[in-house]
Nanobody, 123 residues
Framework: QVQLVESGGGSVQAGGSLRLSCAAS????????MAWFRQPPGLEREFVGGISESGGSLRYADSVKGRFTISRDNAKNTVYLQMNSLKPKDTAVYYC????????????????WGQGTQVTVSS
């Protein structure tokens, strides 16, 4: 019903910035809370940040708080993740996810997932 496509990943030096985008297709985008997860190679998927359907609630993992900002543009059916002051440990595949209703942070509760976009931070 809903398809999510991430873009904006790439390679950047430590201290640099990237902005990821997640374009959603399908109905009722403004009924979904959205989140970004990431999965470093060989490790488990982890929550990065999320935004409620209204945009009024934001949550971030402690590891990215103060460096990353999530936002949404409901008119464009798009969610963004602005990543500043990137560190090598931020290297991972980043996934966009959607959950109907209120924002949660547990991956298994999300209804839809994008294909992922690679972010590589070098020192």
């Amino acid at each position: 019903q809903v398809q999510l496509v991430e873009s904006g990943g790439g390679s950047v030096q430590a201290g640099g910035s990237l902005r990821l985008s997640c374009a959603a297709s399908g109905p009722n985008f403004n009924s979904y809370s959205m989140a970004w997860f990431r999965q470093p190679p060989g490790l488990e998927r982890e929550f990065v940040g999320g935004i409620s359907e209204s945009g009024g609630s934001l949550r971030y993992a402690d590891s990215v708080k103060g460096r990353f900002t999530i936002s949404r543009d409901n008119a464009k059916n798009t969610v963004y993740l602005q990543m500043n002051s990137l560190k090598p440990k931020d290297t991972a595949v980043y996934y966009c996810a959607a959950v109907l209703g209120h924002l949660v942070t547990t991956a298994v509760l999300f209804d839809y997932w994008g294909q992922g976009t690679q972010v590589t931070v070098s020192s």
